[in-house]
């Protein structure tokens, strides 16, 4: 079984500003680890995901995100954000196989950009 | 390339009755799973589909029943509902079919469910 910590519910950024979503996981197994983002009223949109290869994970919007397996941590960054990006964020996890479809998201967290 | 569609969007109901959702995946995905959000649980996982045969099954009671048709549309059935099952339920898709291995998932925009 798997599990998400997402550390902060709620991130107030300026805009311009860097942001970094922090997420830890704990797994018994090897794994895939995902963020998705959500705006209001919306579905989930994949950011970007780390299957494996490369520690440093680049995505869409200018997300990046790096996977450390010894800190079991999988944290997003963005140099400078715009409005646009606020939304709530969701670090997920599933197992490299025999998942069927099932991931285990983090609690979320919410990125307020202000001009 | 049309992406998962959701019906309906928005749905009202009152305790006790059922509902079904649906759900049309991407065309050529045969795997569909479907998620619960609420405020208080957060995202948690339904069922998933291959085939028509559900191959994964999450922590929820009996009253939540999914299926899925040749044409892999799935559909969600709540029966009994409570007023804790008012959530967004979302639908997820993908090809993906080796060994389990999630990473082709891509979502809809859900069902938003009030139970009054």
């Known amino acids: 079984a798997q599990s998400v910590t997402q550390l902060d519910s709620q991130v107030p950024v300026f805009e311009e500003a860097p942001v970094e979503l922090r997420c830890n996981y704990s797994s018994s197994v090897s794994v895939y680890l995902f963020w998705y983002v959500q705006y209001p009223n919306q579905g989930l949109q994949l950011l970007l995901k780390y299957l494996s290869g490369s520690t440093l994970v680049k995505g869409i919007n200018g997300f990046e995100a790096e996977f450390n397996k010894s800190q079991t941590s999988f944290h997003l960054r963005k140099p400078s954000v715009h409005i646009s990006d606020t939304a709530e964020y969701f670090c997920a996890v599933s197992g490299a196989t025999d998942s069927w479809g099932k991931f285990q998201f983090g609690a979320g967290t919410q990125v307020v950009v202000t001009p | 390339k049309a992406g998962v569609t959701q019906t309906p969007r928005y749905l009202i109901k009152t305790r006790g009755q059922q509902v079904t959702l649906s759900c049309s995946p991407i065309s050529g995905h045969r795997s569909v799973s479907w998620y619960q959000q609420t405020p208080g649980q957060g995202l948690q996982f339904l069922f998933e589909?291959?085939?028509?045969?559900?191959?994964n099954k999450g922590n929820f009671p009996g009253r939540f029943s999914g299926r899925q048709f040749s044409n892999s549309r799935s559909e969600m059935n709540v029966s009994t509902l409570e007023l804790g099952d008012s959530a967004l339920y979302l639908c997820a898709s993908s090809s993906s079919r080796d060994r389990g291995r999630n990473y082709g998932y891509t979502f809809g925009s859900g069902t938003r469910l009030t139970v009054v």
């Open positions: 589909y291959f085939s028509e045969t559900q191959r």
